[in-house]
Structures are given as structure tokens and as C-alpha cells.
């Protein structure tokens, strides 16, 4: 099986300082590199490891704080270690735009854009290299640009039901351009692809950008050619200095900031076949009541998918039901498999619906998913996706 891209933390800290492009949100870091020092082709693996590193710093925080907006997680002081009030805005939709956890999120997150964007031009612009190494280095920016882009179409919004991002201290782009912005970097992705894993993670993450924005067509032509149960998934890598977001926040060995939503339970409880793919374990209250954690990430090292094959089936699968054709319940039923669970009779959307909230599980899919059925849970004037914050709209003359 076809491995994920290996993310080695070099430093704690990683940080790239005079280019007239830096976001200028971002805090200046403790550890510095000079910039000339990295106009070098012996430069361009460590500054491929930086992006990568700095995506992995996003991709799980973001996915836990998806999910803590969505119904997925819950912030209940009853659990002793509860105690960060940033994350109980996050957990209600009322988000101060100066919610610091949502602010260190932003950052990272346009820090790994930054990145990504600042490697094509160093790289571009160096006389002597490797045409692997470039290759490489190419085909990493662009996939990580991409990615930082749909995050910010699909998670962020300038008002409560608007969703989009902030490019450069430039204007507003609303979801439907940045999600076009994100696939213009995919596009480039897939022209450094060096082998059919590469393409087809890149085809997966397509397909999940058309899938969001609508388009079920463009959504099922780029699924067609994503990953398979074969390829195992594309992963984000941490370890002991670098952990998993989802160990500390969400896991009784890290520090429990949110518990799961008690249905998750109740669907084990039903069916125990469902252990298999919600694997909880119970922690105690203050007040005495039980509640339930995840332990799908036990580990500080534990890997987070940003891109699973199974995610890419049920893309499929949810095309087929819509557009006919195909055959979904097939589809459905692999991904059952294995997890070892038993068959489904039929599959139409609410089934999806389902099966969507309990394969992908943590996986920042809920929020995206409840928002286009219609299903959000908490009241029309609550934050619906993180807001644009207030560091950035201070200093943005392009934005309220």
C-alpha cells in the first residue's frame, strides 16, 4: 500500500521573514531563518518539510474546531480540564472576533498558504536544481495551497452566513472564487504528479471542492479518478513535539476540552457494530455523569486524514444517488466491510447523511455537511463557519 507523504518536524517552530508578500496577520516567530540563506536548491527539501509541517499544524486543529462549531463535539465545564473559554464560543456560534483559538488558527492557516505560495517563487527562480526536486516541491505547494484555500472557502466567513476568506490584506473573496482559487492550485498539482497515488489524491480533493460548491457533475468525474481502497489514505503526520490536535483537545491522556455528543453513544448502543468506526471510552464528570471521548486518535502521533479513500466513495456514492447511475450501495457497503460491519438494505441520501457523519467522523466533514442538507443545529444568527478576525479586519483597509 502506497504511503502518505512523510511530515518530519524539524523545528518547533518554522518561519520565512522578508518577502513583501507575508501575511501580515501572522506574529513574527522565535526561530528565524534568514532569506537569503534559503535561495538555494540545498534549501528546498527543509523548505518542503516547513510546508507540509505547517499544513499538519492546520489540518487537524482545523478539523477539531469544525467539529466543535458542528454538533459533532461538545464544550461542557462538568469535565474538570474544561476550562478554555475560547472554546465554548466556538462550541455555541458566539465567536468573538477576537477569540484567540480561532486567531492561532487563522494564523496557521495562512501560514501554510504563505508558505506554499512562497516556495513556488523561491523555487521558480533558482538557475540550478534537481528537476525532481523541483518537481517535488511544486507538486507540495500547489496541493498545500490548494488545500489552505478550500479551507478558507469552506470554513470562514466575513458574517455569520457568508462564507470566504482574505487573501494578502486584499478584499473579501467569497466561497465560490476562493474555491476556484483552489482549484487553479489543484490544476497545477496535477501536473507535477509524479505517479498515480499523487493524482489521485489530488483528483480526491477536487472532487471534494466541486462536491461543496454543488457541482455533483464535476464532483463525480474528479472522484472517478481519486483514490481507492488500495491507496490507504493521505495523511498528516505528528509526533511527541508535534501532536495530534485531536489528542489533546479531545482525548482523556491530552486534556479534554470537548467531549462527543452523547448520540455517538447512543449509536453504539444500538449497534454494536458501530464500536468499529466511533471508538469511544467513557471519562466521569464533576457532577457524576458519564460522558464519552473519542479514541480514533489515542496518540500524540496519531495521523489525521486529510484525504481518505472513503471519503472519496461516499463522494461517489452520494453523486450516483443524485445524478442515477452507478452503483452506490455497493459503494456504502465496501466502506461498511471494512470497518466490519454488516450490509445495507438501500441507500438514499438521509442514509448518506448518515453513513457521511459516522465514517468520517472527526474528520471536519460534519459542519460542511449539516450547513448544505440544511441542518445546522444552532439558531440562523450564530456563527455558521469561524469568523474573519479581528486582527486581520484592523488592519485590512479592504474589509469592515
Given at each position: 500500500m502506497r504511503k502518505s507523504l512523510l511530515l518530519i518536524l524539524l523545528f518547533?517552530?518554522?518561519?520565512?521573514?522578508?518577502?513583501?508578500?507575508?501575511?501580515?496577520e501572522v506574529d513574527p516567530l522565535i526561530n528565524q531563518v534568514e532569506d537569503d540563506r534559503l535561495d538555494d536548491a540545498s534549501q528546498v527539501d527543509f523548505l518542503i518539510k516547513g510546508v507540509l509541517h505547517q499544513m499538519s499544524k492546520t489540518a487537524d486543529r482545523m478539523a477539531v474546531y469544525a467539529g466543535a462549531l458542528s454538533d459533532e463535539l461538545v464544550f461542557d465545564q462538568d469535565l474538570p480540564r474544561a476550562t478554555f473559554p475560547s472554546f465554548d464560543e466556538i462550541n455555541r456560534g458566539e465567536i468573538s472576533l477576537d477569540n484567540n483559538s480561532v486567531d492561532g488558527l487563522n494564523i496557521n492557516m495562512n501560514e501554510?498558504?504563505?508558505?506554499?505560495?512562497?516556495?513556488?517563487?523561491?523555487?521558480?527562480?533558482?538557475?540550478?536544481?534537481?528537476?525532481?526536486?523541483?518537481?517535488?516541491?511544486?507538486?507540495?505547494?500547489?496541493?498545500?495551497g490548494g488545500l489552505m484555500r478550500q479551507y478558507m472557502g469552506s470554513y470562514w466567513g466575513i458574517t455569520e452566513n457568508e462564507p470566504g476568506g482574505?487573501?494578502?490584506?486584499?478584499p473579501f473573496v467569497p466561497q465560490a472564487q476562493m474555491y476556484a482559487l483552489a482549484l487553479e492550485k489543484?490544476?497545477?498539482?496535477?501536473?507535477?504528479?509524479?505517479?498515480?497515488?499523487?493524482?489521485?489524491?489530488?483528483?480526491?480533493?477536487?472532487?471534494?471542492v466541486h462536491f461543496y460548491g454543488g457541482d455533483f457533475a464535476?464532483?463525480?468525474?474528479?472522484?472517478?479518478?481519486?483514490?481507492?481502497?488500495?491507496?490507504?489514505?493521505?495523511?498528516?503526520?505528528?509526533?511527541?513535539?508535534?501532536?495530534?490536535?485531536y489528542f489533546f483537545a479531545t482525548h482523556d491522556d491530552g486534556r479534554i476540552q470537548f467531549i462527543v455528543d452523547d448520540r455517538y453513544q447512543g449509536y453504539v448502543v444500538a449497534d454494536p457494530e458501530e464500536?468499529?468506526?466511533?471508538?469511544?471510552?467513557?471519562?466521569?464528570?464533576?457532577?457524576?455523569?458519564?460522558?464519552y471521548y473519542q479514541n480514533k486518535f489515542p496518540l500524540k502521533?496519531?495521523?489525521?486524514?486529510?484525504?481518505?479513500?472513503?471519503?472519496?466513495?461516499?463522494?461517489?456514492?452520494?453523486v450516483e444517488v443524485r445524478n442515477?447511475?452507478?452503483?452506490?450501495?455497493?459503494?456504502?457497503?465496501?466502506?461498511?466491510?471494512?470497518?466490519?460491519?454488516?450490509?445495507?438494505?438501500?441507500?438514499d441520501l438521509d442514509v448518506l447523511y448518515s453513513e457521511r457523519e459516522r465514517t468520517l467522523w472527526l474528520q471536519g466533514f460534519r459542519l460542511l455537511d449539516q450547513l448544505r442538507f440544511d441542518r445546522f443545529h444552532l439558531a440562523a444568527d450564530k456563527w455558521h463557519h469561524f469568523p474573519i478576525t479581528e486582527r486581520e479586519r484592523s488592519i485590512n483597509p479592504n474589509i469592515d
Amino acid at each position: 500500500m502506497r504511503k502518505s507523504l512523510l511530515l518530519i518536524l524539524l523545528f518547533s517552530v518554522f518561519s520565512i521573514f522578508a518577502c513583501s508578500g507575508f501575511v501580515e496577520e501572522v506574529d513574527p516567530l522565535i526561530n528565524q531563518v534568514e532569506d537569503d540563506r534559503l535561495d538555494d536548491a540545498s534549501q528546498v527539501d527543509f523548505l518542503i518539510k516547513g510546508v507540509l509541517h505547517q499544513m499538519s499544524k492546520t489540518a487537524d486543529r482545523m478539523a477539531v474546531y469544525a467539529g466543535a462549531l458542528s454538533d459533532e463535539l461538545v464544550f461542557d465545564q462538568d469535565l474538570p480540564r474544561a476550562t478554555f473559554p475560547s472554546f465554548d464560543e466556538i462550541n455555541r456560534g458566539e465567536i468573538s472576533l477576537d477569540n484567540n483559538s480561532v486567531d492561532g488558527l487563522n494564523i496557521n492557516m495562512n501560514e501554510g498558504r504563505f508558505f506554499a505560495d512562497d516556495l513556488v517563487d523561491r523555487t521558480m527562480e533558482l538557475s540550478e536544481i534537481d528537476a525532481e526536486l523541483l518537481r517535488r516541491a511544486l507538486y507540495t505547494s500547489y496541493l498545500v495551497g490548494g488545500l489552505m484555500r478550500q479551507y478558507m472557502g469552506s470554513y470562514w466567513g466575513i458574517t455569520e452566513n457568508e462564507p470566504g476568506g482574505v487573501l494578502d490584506v486584499g478584499p473579501f473573496v467569497p466561497q465560490a472564487q476562493m474555491y476556484a482559487l483552489a482549484l487553479e492550485k489543484y490544476d497545477l498539482a496535477l501536473g507535477q504528479a509524479a505517479d498515480d497515488f499523487e493524482t489521485r489524491v489530488v483528483q480526491t480533493l477536487i472532487a471534494r471542492v466541486h462536491f461543496y460548491g454543488g457541482d455533483f457533475a464535476a464532483a463525480g468525474a474528479a472522484a472517478a479518478l481519486g483514490l481507492r481502497a488500495a491507496d490507504g489514505n493521505f495523511d498528516a503526520l505528528y509526533n511527541i513535539d508535534n501532536n495530534n490536535e485531536y489528542f489533546f483537545a479531545t482525548h482523556d491522556d491530552g486534556r479534554i476540552q470537548f467531549i462527543v455528543d452523547d448520540r455517538y453513544q447512543g449509536y453504539v448502543v444500538a449497534d454494536p457494530e458501530e464500536a468499529a468506526r466511533l471508538p469511544l471510552l467513557p471519562t466521569e464528570g464533576t457532577s457524576g455523569k458519564i460522558w464519552y471521548y473519542q479514541n480514533k486518535f489515542p496518540l500524540k502521533e496519531s495521523p489525521f486524514p486529510v484525504a481518505s479513500w472513503q471519503e472519496n466513495e461516499l463522494m461517489l456514492a452520494e453523486v450516483e444517488v443524485r445524478n442515477g447511475g452507478g452503483d452506490p450501495l455497493t459503494r456504502v457497503n465496501d466502506i461498511r466491510a471494512s470497518f466490519g460491519m454488516s450490509p445495507l438494505a438501500a441507500v438514499d441520501l438521509d442514509v448518506l447523511y448518515s453513513e457521511r457523519e459516522r465514517t468520517l467522523w472527526l474528520q471536519g466533514f460534519r459542519l460542511l455537511d449539516q450547513l448544505r442538507f440544511d441542518r445546522f443545529h444552532l439558531a440562523a444568527d450564530k456563527w455558521h463557519h469561524f469568523p474573519i478576525t479581528e486582527r486581520e479586519r484592523s488592519i485590512n483597509p479592504n474589509i469592515d
